[in-house]
């Protein structure tokens, strides 16, 4: 029996991809091993977004060579690049996205004993994120065609999932035994725009809650000007879907998110924020900005700060404008200078830290309830409507009087609070 590692980079979508890709080889009599000395074929499942994951790819691939062992190497990378890799590095064989609905009949190649052909099977899927979570792809692809991204060249167009499908796989999860499912895509709040069955992202939630076995289900990547009244409003109503909004907005000024090729402008998005707190006095927020856009000016960048302090996000991810070859704003005039683009990133992480700290200081007192998802030393660790699984956000720390097993459900009374964790112990 040979046996197979896999190394998987890049986002969540990424990782669900990784596990289909587990699981068909394991339906097919490969032992899944974790230890990538032990395999006999190692898979690189890469991205390719911007400049530093492409380099992190490159390291990796490299790196799983030197095992001198066959290498895989499929995903982001391997789609966008798959012509450049093939010239220059030709010991590795290549499945890039296009051809997952034949990965069986490629991978057959690399092994000659595969006998049965195929693509990717949610049916085989295997479950990485732990017996109590996991994530729920809805959709492959984006339209949004924002001028600095690259997700359209690699991933498509936006393409919606069946309904049927996604709440088939969601019955095969609770009856597992998970209790969490995250949904997710590049632009989830688009769901359902390419069905002809009249489903969106609202109607999909309400079939997912009628699993009962799923007890916390949260959105992630939600495109900003297609929040509706009636998705605040179901968040704000039920007690499973948790108040967490993952809103990125990668800027707040009217004429960089024009050439960004973004909806909404600076109003909209002050009144969206207002809105949601209103209606969902507990809400998480969450974002992403992006520092360095061509024409920034740090006029711009005082005027993202000044918006981030009016909004106070829970959480804010920011990363340095990255120019990619084959987006638009790869032409752009007035590229801003790297050292200055760390600057400016500098300025904005140092805003948010002094946010996040007062921000999290008001949790000081509450009792959480959620999930044990791990153990640093002597301290469990829990994630509640508060975090999100992909490391974005911080930690909550906590002690217990007693043993616990992860994926156990738990009430948490926070008594301290840090710039970007929280700290407490475990009631009855």
């Not at 220059?88 to 490629?106: A, C, M, R, T």
Request: charged share 30%.
């Amino acid at each position: 029996m040979l046996k197979i590692g896999l190394v998987s980079l890049g986002c969540a979508k990424n990782l669900v991809d990784s596990e289909n890709i587990l699981g068909l080889l394991k339906h097919d009599g490969y032992q899944i091993v974790s230890s990538i000395g032990e395999s006999d074929i190692i898979i690189v499942n890469t991205c390719g977004f911007i400049t530093s994951s492409k380099r992190e790819s490159i390291d990796t691939i490299f790196e799983m060579l030197s095992y001198g062992k066959k290498v895989v190497v499929t995903g982001c990378l391997a789609e966008r690049y798959e012509k450049e890799l093939k010239e220059e590095i030709p010991e590795v064989s290549l499945i890039p996205i296009h051809d997952y609905q034949k990965f069986n009949e490629l991978f057959a190649k690399v092994d000659k004993e595969l006998h049965e052909k195929g693509g990717l099977n949610d049916n085989y899927r295997l479950i990485s994120t732990g017996h109590y979570s996991a994530y729920l792809k809805i959709g492959e692809g984006c339209d949004n065609c924002c001028t600095y991204c690259a997700i359209p060249l690699i991933r498509g167009h936006f393409v919606s999932r069946p309904y049927d499908e996604i709440i088939k796989e969601a019955h095969v999860l609770a009856d597992s035994g998970i209790k969490e499912i995250i949904v997710l895509e590049q632009d989830t709040t688009k769901y359902g725009i390419d069905l002809k069955d009249g489903n969106n992202i609202v109607s999909l939630l309400k079939g997912l809650l009628e699993i009962k076995k799923l007890e916390y289900i949260r959105l992630l990547y939600l495109y900003p000007d297609e929040i509706s009244d009636e998705l605040i409003d179901l968040i704000s109503k039920e007690e499973r879907l948790t108040p967490y909004f993952d809103i990125p907005i990668q800027h707040s000024e009217d004429h960089i998110l024009k050439d960004m090729n973004r909806r909404g402008d600076r109003n909209f998005l002050l009144n969206l924020f207002k809105k949601i707190k209103d209606k969902v006095p507990n809400a998480i927020l969450r974002t992403t900005v992006m520092v360095g856009f061509p024409g920034e000016s740090e006029i711009d960048v005082d005027n993202l700060i000044s918006f981030m302090k009016e909004v106070e996000f829970d959480h804010l991810g920011a990363f340095t404008y990255s120019r990619e070859e084959g987006t638009r704003s790869y032409d752009f005039k007035n590229q801003i200078d790297e050292e200055v683009k760390k600057k400016r990133l500098e300025r904005v992480m140092k805003t948010q830290q002094s946010i996040s700290y007062k921000k999290n200081k008001k949790h000081i007192g509450e009792i959480m309830e959620g999930l044990v998802v791990g153990k640093e030393k002597d301290q469990y660790l829990l994630r509640s409507y508060w975090n999100a699984p992909d490391d974005v956000d911080g930690k909550i720390y906590f002690t217990s009087f007693k043993e616990l097993k992860e994926g156990e459900k738990v009430k948490v009374l926070i008594e301290n609070a840090f710039v970007y964790d929280l700290m407490g112990k475990l009631i009855n």
